[in-house]
């Protein structure tokens, strides 16, 4: 085992608003249409994740997920167009982080690393 | 208030290694020549500064404070040289990370913030 740079990264508005966790989770709505199975998908409970969703879009101030028939019980839920866009930046942004953070370790920590290894 | 990005960074080694936490700790050891005046002016208990102390040094595979004289309940702390060196390259870390964190950012949710800020 190496020393290695760890970091949690999240937008925040009043609270957190978006992160890697809704990220996953709105990315297997996409796929499943269906919030229930993305839940299943990630071991959450349905409920939370539509606490979580509901958390997130009045921090956002938009609408991420729309049901498209039925009630809680039915019917599947489908990404909204901004959803998507916020999406497509977080993953963008979030690939910039990562890069960017294990570029820096690199610059600073390269001798501890190797201190460490020995 | 506006979108923000938040984030927590740390040094990984089998576990927290180190971190803001453990850097602000040691900075006022430096300036005090004591873990119990640095962990009072943090409000931590002086026997967690020490075992937190303990983990790292564990973690890092390097000595972090030495006892100047006396038992647990005498004399100072004295930062080692190789501490002093974690510490001057983590500030330089810590401030490039801060620096491509806000860039980042910036070059990906600019819109966004303007969009919440509206």
Same mark, same amino acid.
């Given at each position: 085992?190496?020393?290695?740079?760890?970091?949690?990264?999240w937008l925040d508005h009043? $609270?957190?608003?978006? *992160?890697? &966790?809704?990220?996953e989770l709105l990315t297997?709505? #996409?796929?499943? +249409?269906?919030?229930?199975?993305?839940?299943?998908?990630?071991?959450?409970?349905?409920?939370?994740?539509?606490?979580?969703?509901?958390?997130?879009?009045?921090?956002?101030?938009?609408?991420?997920?729309?049901?498209?028939? $039925?009630?809680?019980? *039915?019917? &599947?839920?489908?990404?909204?167009?901004?959803?998507? #866009?916020?999406? +497509?930046?977080?993953?963008?942004?979030?690939?910039?982080?990562?890069?960017?953070?294990?570029?820096?370790?690199?610059?600073?920590?390269?001798?501890?690393?190797?201190?460490?290894?020995?």
């Amino acid at each position: 085992m190496t020393m290695k740079i760890s970091y949690k990264v999240w937008l925040d508005h009043d $609270g957190k608003a978006f *992160g890697d &966790g809704p990220y996953e989770l709105l990315t297997r709505v #996409e796929k499943t +249409k269906s919030l229930r199975q993305a839940a299943n998908q990630m071991g959450m409970a349905y409920s939370k994740a539509w606490r979580l969703i509901r958390t997130l879009e009045e921090r956002l101030g938009f609408v991420l997920l729309e049901r498209k028939t $039925g009630g809680q019980s *039915g019917g &599947g839920s489908r990404v909204t167009p901004k959803a998507k #866009e916020l999406m +497509k930046h977080y993953g963008r942004f979030r690939k910039d982080v990562k890069d960017a953070m294990e570029g820096i370790y690199r610059r600073h920590f390269s001798s501890l690393a190797q201190k460490v290894r020995k």
